[in-house]
């Protein structure tokens, strides 16, 4: 297998590292010098050349990613299928799979679960609509970026689904344990394949365990088609009743009884976010495949329970999910000339998407979870005022700007801006924020409106959260209503379902009863330091009950966090509570080391200095627990295992959340282990892995006569060991007893 390192292709792609190594395939790191860019190329192992089912499995992954473009799936930048090399380049994402935060994390906090199950349904959505169905979707394809960003990656085995409708090969295809029943039969696969396998990740992200495992794959396969999986609340009883029900609904055997689509998953996912305590009735009604849904709604006693039926679910869905997300799809090209639909692009991969303005408090709270707060890293600047600047000409291509800022942008219809120019952006001009942060721009351009949704009885500060992050000028009218609790929507002007343009007006009503005079938003103290705090707060009448600290290479002692949140609805004597940085972060990493090869030397290096030098009975343990600090932006971690490279790693202390990239895995074995062996099967087994140069010597022991109980050198040294080093068997002989035998035994 030829290694690439060093090389150049197509005297334009300079390869720099190996960074993945796959079944078919090994993906480099490299430099493209046409485009000034790093990338990453993924090349076709030189084995699998001549096999035409893996030639084509790689072209028809190139084929799928070409004709996708979503802030949430890797983009495809150039192909190359030529006799002695087939090459595809991609976008070069630094993070880490989904399945690794998985196994760091053990169980996903639910609400992180939903932000990102918003991004990979999104992205599934969009590859769906192109006519493209993944097969094999699982963590290890899911990429996890340092700002929470989702990539799906690895369309290898993906189709057409227009166009073939059995695998190639008539079995099943993708990894066991995500497959749907249907793969695991070699049966006709659709866009219901994907979504059973979203059940399985969604299944192992909130319980920490995969639905179904055995001792081979072909067990696992019968247990996809005939096992019904744990319910995953028996499991994690911290679950909400409509999470367990999405996810079961995600995995039913039938593809009949599953979601309709990727739009119809996102819709739940969608209504689980806005009410946590929902609860779904899957009881089946079917018209045109469509199940009766009921939906719990919260509301005071007087407001009965609502009862929605979808009679078409698939068209409902997709009515809905556009609406949810029209500056993500179709609608805007149909508006914006291509050079700006490519800048769009650009300016999504530059930062989080849409879904981060929706589950900001997600967000928040995910990076918190480990004490890494990602909205405060780095220096603190101002932001400018964009407002009214056309992106094009003015901010796209400018210096300064990119130099300080990543840049998000969104297309969307505006009554009285400017086509192409800002007319929002967020954060404010003025606001401080660190140094490379995401600026979301907000481009004005003509089109249809948007609908505004029905928000009746839920929280006004969600109404508000959302109409904001859909562009629109929110303003809020109290009213005393005993029919609703206070702080829940009654409704809004325009009404729910009017279609208005962004930038405009929308009233909410809500019930404030008493209150009404009494409530006022919660403030924004974020950044400031303890005392500015409490200054800010005690002048409107709030109390800070406590403060506590939390890993964060802010400035020590400023608030990362606050609750309740900026803009929740507050009254004089509330009580407050800041979570404040402790100026330091400190880097976890669990890696897998080699097991039963007795007790290894573990060292761990950071920079080249020895940070830690342990002895582990590798008979017991298999992980090793990588703990440190650092304020570098390009640390470099290493872990030798008996003075032999073994893992290694780069980290950047200064940016939140921490974490590895650029990993890699040096390979490592170890001596053969012959203890325990009769030693005529031992030397037979030493000289079959070349070693020639064997002495045998013999000593009393109470082991069987023959059995080697020692040897040397141990079997813990690695394969560096020459074939040509003499290897010393110690092999039990019987012990021989004094002349005064009896006397002996009887008086030891």
Not at 508 to 537: C, Q, R
Not at 673 to 679: A, E, H
Request: contains cysteine; proline residues 5%; negative net charge.
């Amino acid at each position: 297998m030829e290694n690439y390192v060093g090389k150049r292709l197509d005297g334009r792609y300079e390869i720099h590292d190996v960074i993945g190594v796959g079944g078919m395939a090994i993906v480099y790191k490299a430099y493209d010098n046409i485009d000034d860019r790093i990338v990453a190329v993924k090349i076709l192992k030189e084995e699998y050349l001549a096999n035409e089912e893996f030639r084509r499995r790689f072209k028809n992954e190139s084929k799928a990613i070409a004709v996708l473009s979503h802030p949430n799936i890797v983009k495809v930048f150039d192909v190359s299928f030529g006799d002695r090399l087939q090459y595809i380049v991609m976008e070069y994402i630094e993070g880490i799979t989904l399945k690794e935060y998985i196994e760091e994390r053990g169980v996903i906090d639910w609400k992180e679960a939903l932000f990102f199950m918003n991004q990979i349904l999104k992205a599934l959505q969009h590859a769906h609509d192109k006519g493209i169905v993944h097969r094999d979707i699982k963590p290890q394809n899911i990429m996890l970026l340092e700002n929470g960003t989702i990539k799906v990656a690895d369309f290898g085995i993906a189709r057409f689904s227009h166009g073939e409708t059995k695998t190639m090969t008539e079995k099943a295809i993708g990894s066991v344990h995500y497959i749907s029943p249907e793969q695991a039969k070699g049966e006709p696969t659709d866009e219901k394949a994907d979504i059973y396998s979203m059940g399985i990740l969604l299944y192992e992200m909130l319980t920490g365990k995969l639905p179904f495992e055995a001792d081979s794959a072909v067990s696992v396969a019968l247990m996809q088609v005939n096992k019904n999986a744990i319910p995953p609340r028996k499991i994690n009883p911290n679950i909400p009743v409509g999470f367990e029900q999405i996810t079961m609904k995600a995995m039913q055997k039938n593809p009949r009884d599953r979601y309709c689509s990727a739009a119809e998953f996102l819709m739940d996912i969608e209504d689980l976010r806005r009410n946590p305590d929902i609860k779904f009735d899957y009881r089946t009604v079917f018209v045109d495949d469509a199940p009766t849904r009921f939906v719990n709604k919260v509301t005071s006693p007087e407001v009965p329970t609502q009862v929605i039926k979808t009679v078409s679910p698939s068209a409902d869905a997709r009515a809905r999910f556009d609406e949810a997300n029209a500056q993500d799809y179709e609608p805007v090209q149909d508006v914006i000339p291509e050079k700006r639909i490519n800048t769009k692009v650009i300016g999504v991969v530059a930062g989080i998407g849409f879904a981060v303005l929706v589950f900001l408090v997600v967000l928040i709270a995910m990076f918190l979870k480990d004490g890494v707060p990602a909205l405060f890293v780095g220096k603190k600047i101002e932001v400018d005022n964009f407002i009214g600047m056309n992106y094009i000409d003015e901010i796209e291509n400018n210096e300064e700007f990119n130099e300080r800022f990543n840049f998000e942008i969104s297309y969307e219809s505006f009554s009285d801006g400017k086509e192409g120019c800002v007319f929002k952006q967020d954060p404010k001009a003025g606001t401080e924020v660190p140094t490379g942060y995401t600026i979301r721009l907000y481009i004005a351009t003509s089109g249809e409106g948007q609908i505004v949704p029905d928000f009746e009885g839920e929280n006004y500060q969600e109404a508000v959260n959302t109409l904001e992050s859909m562009g629109f000028r929110v303003t809020l009218e109290p009213v005393n209503d005993d029919k609703y609790e206070i702080g829940e929507v009654i409704k809004t002007n325009p009404a729910a379902g009017s279609s208005i343009f962004a930038g405009s007006d929308v009233t909410i009503y809500y019930s404030a009863n008493e209150d009404a005079g009494k409530l006022f938003k919660m403030p924004d103290v974020s950044g400031k330091t303890e005392a500015e705090a409490k200054k800010i707060l005690e002048k409107q009448g709030l109390k800070v009950s406590k403060s506590e600290y939390v890993d964060s290479t802010i400035e020590k002692g400023r608030v990362v966090m606050q609750s309740p949140a900026e803009g929740s609805p507050v009254k004089e004597g509330d009580k407050v509570i800041l979570t404040l940085s402790s100026g330091e972060v400190v880097f976890n990493k669990t890696i897998d080391i080699p097991s039963k090869v007795g007790t290894v030397n573990v060292k761990l290096y950071v920079d080249e200095k020895l940070v830690s030098d342990n002895s582990i009975d590798t008979n017991s343990v298999n992980k090793y627990t990588i703990q440190t600090k650092g304020d570098s932006a390009a640390s470099k971690i290493k872990v030798y295992i008996n003075d032999n490279p073994y893992y290694e790693c780069s980290v950047n202390f200064t940016r939140e959340p921490v974490s590895a990239t650029n990993e890699r895995y040096y390979s490592l074995s170890f001596y053969i282990d012959v203890r325990g062996m009769d030693v005529v099967a031992a030397q037979e087994k030493l000289k079959q892995a070349g070693y020639n140069n064997i002495t045998v010597f013999e000593l009393p022991s109470n082991e069987p006569e023959g059995t080697v109980i020692q040897q040397n050198p141990p079997h813990s040294t690695t394969t560096n060991l020459d074939k040509a080093s003499a290897i010393i068997l110690y092999v039990a002989a019987p012990q021989e007893l004094p002349d005064d035998t009896e006397q002996n035994i009887e008086n030891p």
